[in-house]
């Protein structure tokens, strides 16, 4: 089974910047989709942002939630078996437990069913 760490989380000022990683302890990590997530307080659990294997036969191996473009970068380093999410000019309404999710298969589009516990990002005004 699969493991996943998130880390980077903390205290920003908005305006200011987060890189949030997810270690996975799988060794097929480099076949499978990667996702990250966020729950805020009182709402439902958002789809942040995605990225496909490098053996995905996906046009567009990577997504980002609308809400967060341009702000927000996913990666992967698939010798390091990490996802990062990369978050500049954050604002007040960023503010969630940020999730780190994995499936099975190789395009970021589907069901994700293993998840990390999750790191707080917290942005102050």
């Known amino acids: 089974q699969v493991q996943l760490v998130e880390s980077g989380g903390g205290l920003v000022q908005a305006g200011g910047s987060l890189r949030l990683s997810c270690a996975a302890s799988?060794?097929?990590?480099?076949?499978?989709?990667m996702g990250w997530f966020r729950q805020a307080p009182g709402k439902k659990r958002e789809f942040v942002a995605a990225?496909?294997?490098?053996?995905?036969?996906?046009?567009?191996?990577?997504y980002v939630a609308a809400s967060v473009k341009g702000r927000f970068t996913i990666s992967r380093d698939n010798a390091k078996t990490t996802v990062y999410l990369q978050m500049n000019r954050l604002r007040r309404r960023n503010r969630a437990i940020y999730l780190c999710?994995?499936?099975?298969?190789?395009?970021?589009?589907?069901?994700?069913?293993?998840w990390g516990q999750g790191t707080r990002v917290t942005v102050a005004a």
């Open positions: 799988r060794r097929t990590f480099s076949s499978n989709a």
């Open positions: 999710a994995t499936r099975d298969g190789s395009s970021w589009r589907g069901l994700y069913a293993r």
């Open positions: 990225i496909s294997s490098s053996d995905s036969s996906d046009d567009d191996s990577t």
